[in-house]
């Protein structure tokens, strides 16, 4: 929705971002991607958006953040569309869900678990939310390449971060306990808390959206007596991201 010009969320206007962009979450996620940019330029900062512009390759990229949860991501989304971007990585953190998936490994997702409020404006709950085909398969094929550790898989998107980790005290208990018991059963690897508001819009908006994430931790693995310290560092996933985005 432009507004004197320029979109009324993001705050910039035509010729600003480029065709393919990164959606962090976090603000100080944009300034790490912007390392590997040729000639950056932070062209603005409001709310919970911060967007820099560069080149990978001859390609103009932008990181754009969207804060935490699917309708502000999706916000960005819809913006950035109208701004005339076509293709989407979003570059997140996650937590794992199935025993195998460990703090430090990069999940790319196939599909997410629609366990939010989001995507429910775009299509009926019948509609699965799919990651793009293209997006993923660079995704893999980049993280193979890279030799760095990975899992590809659905994920499950939520938009109560403490509904997941102190579901004992919701008015829901049971329910919470109930379909967390069934995404491991599923084989689910990860909870995070946008891909699947981003993948359905990106349907509705006819583009391209992937998503790879760097898992913090893994509280199935911690219930079970494994010890193992969290992980912060994502330069790992960032780089699947950027890589990939080159390829496409």
Known sequence: MFVNGKQYHLNCGPGEVGEYCLLPGDP?????IARYFREPRL???NREYRIITGLLGEKRVSAVSTGIGGPGAVIALEELVELGAHTFIRVGTCGGIRMD???????????AVRAEGTSREYAPLAYPAAADYYVTRALEETAVRL??????GVVQCKDSFYGQHR?????VAEELKENWT???RLGVLASEMESAALFVASAHL????GAVLHVVWNQERAAAGIRE???TDTDGTLRIALEAISSL
């Open 28 to 32: 100080a996620r944009c300034d790490r």
């Open 43 to 45: 062209i603005g900062q």
């Open 101 to 111: 998936v460990q703090p430090g490994d990069a999940v790319i997702a196939t599909a």
């Open 147 to 152: 030799g760095l550790r990975h899992e590809i």
């Open 167 to 171: 579901p004992e005290v919701m008015p």
């Open 182 to 184: 069934a995404w491991k």
């Open 206 to 209: 006819g583009v391209r959206c």
């Open 229 to 231: 310290e969290s992980s």
